[in-house]
């Protein structure tokens, strides 16, 4: 044995290698957290500057309560999401909500918050399905809800039907929900922020949250631990159901009436919503806050469009770019604090 | 657990994963047959081909990306695109050869962009060829004020009349789309990264692929499979129109995935895709004939489309079971 | 034979590389250099920065500062690709394999052979045969599918594959950790053929037994420094330890690593006649309160499908599990849980790691339940979490910036050290353990060693399967041998000897 040419070796082991961040690092790093935060304002500014009526405060509520729906239906999406899975049926659970609701209240079957209550009991019923359908039948959820999404119009529009496809919301609560506020709050407004907050807390302090995000990480591993990952999977799905339905009724509150086409093609407002939040499709990353950051882009969208008066032939082509767009410049931001 | 049941499992379940959506073929024609007498005739079953030639192609495209991991919802929209473009070019040239490398010029644009988010940005392609499903159709909705446009040419009577042998161009570029296709993804490099891509991206780039370049020559390929479906949709449509082949994309994806083929990609051929096919166009002209109203017509096809994916999934379950692997709890075919 | 190359000049050279990641200096002005025909070893706790370093010159990652040099040249390494084309070749600590191709097209991809477009299958087969048998891995059929083998074979088809780029610089990155004795010979063997035709061979291990064997220079690491590069054949064992761990060696550990303990009589698990498939045949034993058993045996013996089956993932079990007694049906992990048993899987990366969680969120995945508000409310207790973890990351000595850094930034071995973690915090009754220590350096592997002799002292009973015999004898009261799926040999701890213990390996023929 040699004695080691080493002038090193008197140092105390394991010393710390951690470094401060640098201010680049750190730059890049709230860049990417918060990256969609700044499409909003960016979009915000291009939107004012080029429509002047966009920025004012008439407007901003009403993107907000034409963002409520979006907004509500894409919490259960997020989660859907994080556990590698999707939900096309939203727009149809949707309908099936508001049609549920309304023959029981319309043919004064119960009062009012007990329909509701069943509207929702359905809703949460065929996100049940979808998720048994998926999990134990073992079918992928794209197929499984683009069925659903065209069983459960149907059976929806069946519903419709005995009322002359057509119902109108009558019921009192409905219109206060639509039509009141609360110090320039709508309550509508008010029942997506509640909602968020319950969901919030859900996904962030709970064991069921924790599970979502380590069965989208790694399924097999999670398995291993003991989780009873179907479970919490089909109950992801109802979840996602009943969020679609709470979606749905507040829609309808704001329509005003229940026609065939409540909900038709809303899934892809909601999945972009999920997915400009920086969501991945293939599961374990996600944020319910930025979901709602992502649901506020696609209302702006809509929104100015409107206010452009841009044809609606060509509104959804315009609405396709911009979805790009935001894409892009999200995108960016996390190259940029990778690289 | 004995074995020979593990053994019977293990051969049903593989009998089943090979033959069970052709014997579910052969079910259905029986069904139509005895719903219909006139269905189960040549005419019709050329008819059949002819009516869902556009999917056929456009699966060929759409096998490529789901096996390299990605989604393509744009087909439809981007045919519809390039349609219109080659209608409006034509009525103002009158030049078929002009017209037609307009619309291709469009299909290869659509796929360069898609192609170029997906593999350079890297945004998820669900999102970008979504997008394109809606702004594409939207462009092609735009551009004709939403009326189709109407034209004659000798091309389209060609297409439409024409034979070779008994076989009629349009089935001819259904064959030569499978082909093409066939070739490209058993005896090309493209092909072999086209598995790579779907089993792990990470390391195929570490293994020295340029995965992004091969990422985009799949999109290409889509956008090429894209062009020859415009023709035979603009030829059989004798117009070109801003709402043809609605819901291409999604039967497209149900044929490929029906047929076999992982979702999660990695996997699959083409054998499968044209099975998932020849199933999907079965279905879509059987249930035609029968003269439904709109919703039951995709009520019944939700339900036999999903019944099929049952017995696809069993038969994955029982070769997994046979084969004694672990974890059965655990996979789904949409597994990661 | 090595002593005239010595001289010659480096074929390979890094100088004064630097790499930041967000938060963590992991290399900090390293110098490394390799020469032809050497064996060099590249040592270093877990986290040193050794595998950073390499992908560095895989162009997986590129230096924030310093530049390297190959033949005298500067070279720039922007894309995995750029590496392969000057002739650097690696074969990576987690395994980059695609599971879904076969063994052929895994080793030709991306330099497929054949005119512009067109694949030559052919020469694809030919070569990938003729690549196997000089490695001599035939018995591999090359037409399977890289998820049908199991993880060993996956290595060895990795090596065969770097080798077959006739690279002048092979990076071999911990390849022996999957690997039984003879395989390892087997692959030294092939390096030293390698070495004598001039090829520069970079080797990581944390097994310095393979390091004083069969290499001839070594470069040690440390907190992302270079500590030095000392000339193997004049020095030692623990020469090499004191300059990774940068002390006396007596101050950190005693090579006596198991303190003394006796396994009670009370019979906690016992298995009787269990069978699993074709793979473990009617294996009866008994495992007794506070005892530790090793299972070892060839690779594919049936020891790694005996610990599933009694964590409830195999299917076809046949046989009796009793429980204190009593039977149980386990057929999944959560029953397996239920009944007090876990299971750390050989396949770390796919069936333990979530990588994009943090290593907090890993830790305690299993064992949520225990840090609720109250027992009706799943509300996660982030303190108590938080406490418990950072508790566990000091007792296994996990290198990490903080309790809630992603897992996927953390080094190899450190990944490992976590989910063994996982199961510690658990504390459950009976602890199988496959292959727990496989990329740990020398110094945790003895304090993980310690950590469960003393759970063992609690009352726990572990079982711990490897190929590694050697750590097998160390650490267990009793050594089971598997053979061919069946239970050939059950040694007590007095009783045996490496000799008998390789001689029963090996099916009871005499080892040479
Ligand atoms: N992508 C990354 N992002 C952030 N930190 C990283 C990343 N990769 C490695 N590190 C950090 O760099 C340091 C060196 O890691 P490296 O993987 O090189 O260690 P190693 O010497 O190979 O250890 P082992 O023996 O455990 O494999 C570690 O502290 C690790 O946490
Ligand atoms: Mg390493």
């Known amino acids: ?224 631990c003991g989780i009873p990952v179907e479970r919490v999977k089909i109950f992801a799905y109802t979840l996602c159901g009943f969020t679609a339905g709470v979606g749905g009724l507040v829609l309808i509150s704001r329509l005003s009436a229940v026609s065939p086409a409540v909900g038709l093609r809303i899934e892809f407002d909601v999945i972009t919503a999920v997915i400009l939040g920086g969501a991945s499709l293939s599961g374990g990353s996600g944020r319910l806050e930025k979901t709602l950051l992502g649901a506020i882009i696609v209302g702006m969208i809509l929104n100015y469009l409107t206010i452009k008066g841009i044809p609606g032939t060509l509104q959804s082509a315009v609405n396709g770019f911009i979805i790009l767009i935001a894409a892009v410049l999200d995108r960016l931001s996390k190259v940029r604090s990778a690289g | 657990m004995p074995n020979n049941q593990r053994d019977f499992r293990l051969v049903f379940g593989r009998v089943l994963q090979t033959y069970g959506l052709l014997l579910m073929v052969i079910v259905l024609l029986v069904i139509f047959t005895f719903l219909n007498e006139r269905f189960f005739t040549l005419q019709n079953l050329k008819n059949i081909l002819e009516q869902n030639a556009a999917l056929a192609i456009v699966a060929v495209g759409v096998t490529f990306s789901i096996i390299s991991g990605n989604f393509d919802l744009s087909p439809g929209a981007a045919i519809a695109l390039a349609g219109v473009v080659l209608a409006l070019v034509y009525t103002h040239t009158n030049n078929m050869w002009i017209a037609a490398g307009a619309a291709l010029g469009v299909s290869l644009l659509v796929g360069l962009f898609n192609g170029a988010l997906i593999s350079y940005f890297r945004i998820n392609s669900v999102i970008v060829t979504l997008a394109a499903m809606i702004w594409a159709r939207g462009l092609a909705l735009g551009l004709t004020s939403a009326d189709s446009i109407p034209f004659q040419s000798r091309f389209v009577e060609f297409m439409n009349n024409a034979s070779f042998l008994g076989v009629s161009p349009i089935i001819l570029l259904i064959i030569l789309s499978f082909v093409l296709g066939w070739f490209l993804l058993g005896y090309t490099r493209l092909g072999r990264y086209t598995y790579a891509l779907g089993g792990d991206s990470e390391a195929t780039k570490q293994a020295g692929v340029n995965t992004a370049l091969y990422t985009l020559l799949i999109f290409l390929i889509s956008a090429f499979l894209v062009w020859t479906g415009t023709l035979v949709t603009v030829s059989r449509l004798s117009a070109g129109a801003p709402n043809a082949v609605y819901g291409l994309e999604f039967d497209a994806i149900v044929a490929v995935i029906i047929g076999g083929n992982s979702m999660t990609g990695g996997e699959g051929n083409l054998g499968k895709t044209l099975i998932g096919v020849l199933f999907i166009a079965i279905l879509n002209n059987g249930l035609s004939t029968l003269g439904m109203r709109d919703s039951s017509f995709y009520l019944y096809k939700g339900f036999i489309i999903l019944i099929a994916l049952f017995f696809e999934v069993m038969s994955r379950r029982m070769i997994v079971k046979g084969q004694g692997s672990t974890l059965s709890g655990n996979e789904t075919v949409s597994g990661h | 034979m090595t002593q005239s190359l010595q001289e010659s000049p480096p074929i390979l050279e890094m100088t004064g590389i630097t790499k930041r990641f967000p938060g963590v200096l992991a290399l900090n002005r390293v110098n490394f250099s390799v020469k032809r025909g050497e064996i060099h070893s590249l040592i270093g706790q877990n986290g040193a920065g050794k595998s950073t370093l390499m992908k560095i010159l895989a162009g997986v990652y590129s230096a924030d ?448």
């Open chain 3, 65 to 512: 500062e310093g530049t390297i040099c190959m033949e005298e040249q500067p070279i720039h390494l922007r894309h995995p690709s750029d590496s392969l084309n000057k002739g650097i070749a690696i074969v990576y600590q987690e395994l980059s394999l695609l599971p879904n191709l076969t063994v052929a097209q895994n080793i030709f991809l991306g330099r497929e052979p054949g005119k512009w477009l067109l694949l030559d299958n052919k020469t694809i087969f030919n070569r990938s045969r003729q690549i196997l048998e000089s490695v001599g891995i035939d018995h591999i059929d090359i037409h399977t599918k890289i998820a049908d083998i199991p993880l060993a074979q996956r290595q060895l088809v990795e090596i065969a594959k770097a080798l077959s780029h006739n690279p002048k610089v092979l990076i071999l990155d911990e390849p022996t950790a999957p690997l039984t004795g003879d395989d390892t010979k087997h692959l030294f063997d092939i390096l030293k053929r390698l070495r004598s035709q001039g090829v520069a061979i970079i080797f990581i291990t944390h097994r310095l037994k393979e390091v004083i064997t069969y290499c001839d220079r070594g470069t040690v690491l440390r907190n992302g420094q270079t500590v030095g590069c000392v000339d193997i054949h004049n020095t030692s064992e623990s020469a090499l330890i004191e300059m990774m761990i940068g002390q006396k060696l007596e101050n950190f550990y005693r090579s006596d690593t198991a303190t003394k303990h006796l396994p009670k009589q009370e019979v906690v698990l016992e298995v009787q006649g269990l069978s699993v498939g074709k793979k473990v045949r009617d294996v009866t034993f008994q495992v007794r309160r506070g005892e530790i058993i090793g299972i070892t045996g060839l690779l594919g013996a049936g020891q790694n499908e005996l610990a599933r089956a009694l964590f409830g993932i195999e299917n076809q079990v046949a046989g009796v599990i009793r429980r204190n007694g009593k039977p149980v049906r386990i057929s999944s992990p959560s029953e397996a849980i239920y009944h007090g048993i876990c299971l750390l899987t050989e396949n770390r990366k796919e069936e333990g790691l979530i990588l994009e969680m943090s290593v907090k969120e890993n830790m305690t995945l299993p064992s949520l339940a225990f840090f609720r508000l109250s027992k009706w409310i799943p509300v996660v207790n982030h303190r108590k979490e938080h406490s418990r973890v950072e508790e566990f990351i000091r007792k296994v000595n996990i290198v990490t910036r903080s309790a809630n850094t992603r897992l996927r930034t953390l080094s190899g071995g450190n990944q490992q050290k976590t989910i063994v973690a996982r199961w510690l915090l658990r504390n459950l009754e009976i602890l199988l353990f496959i292959e727990p220590t496989r990329g740990i350096d020398v110094g945790a592997k003895a304090e993980i060693y310690r950590l469960l002799s003393s759970l063992a002292n609690e009352g726990k009973s572990i079982i711990v399967v490897s190929t590694d015999h050697v750590e097998v004898m160390g650490i267990s009261d009793r050594v089971f041998v598997m053979y061919k799926g069946r239970l050939a040999k059950i040694f007590d701890k007095v009783e045996v000897s490496e000799e008998k213990l390789l001689f029963e390996i090996q099916g009871g023929v005499p080892h040479d």
């Open chain 1, 1 to 224: 044995m040699t004695n080691n040419p080493l002038e090193t070796s008197s140092t105390p082991p394991l010393a710390k290698r951690t470094v401060e961040f640098r201010k680049g690092e750190v730059i890049s790093s709230i860049f990417s957290q918060f990256g969609i935060l700044f499409i909003v304002i960016l979009l915000a500014i291009v939107f004012g500057a080029t429509a002047p009526r966009f920025l004012l405060v008439q407007n901003i509520v009403n993107i907000f309560k034409q963002v409520s729906v979006v907004a509500i239906m894409a919490i259960g999406m997020t989660m859907v999401i994080l556990i590698g899975g999707i939900d096309l049926s939203v727009g149809s659970v949707a309908l099936l909500a508001g049609a549920t609701t309304m023959y029981f209240i319309n043919h004064e079957v119960t009062n009012t918050p007990i329909a509701i209550l069943l509207g929702l009991l359905a809703s949460a019923l065929v996100g049940l399905l979808n998720g048994v359908l998926v999990e134990k039948a073992k079918i992928s959820p794209i197929i499984v809800t683009l069925g659903t999404m065209i069983a459960i119009r149907g059976l929806a529009q069946s519903i419709l039907w005995l009322d002359n496809s057509w119902a109108w919301v009558k019921a009192p609560l409905f219109k206060f929900v639509a039509n009141e506020s609360i110090l320039f709050f709508p309550l509508v407004v008010i029942v997506m922020l509640v909602m968020y907050l319950i969901f919030w807390f859900i996904l962030s302090q709970t064991s069921f949250g924790r599970y979502l995000y380590a069965i989208g990480g790694n399924q097999k591993a999670t398995y291993l």
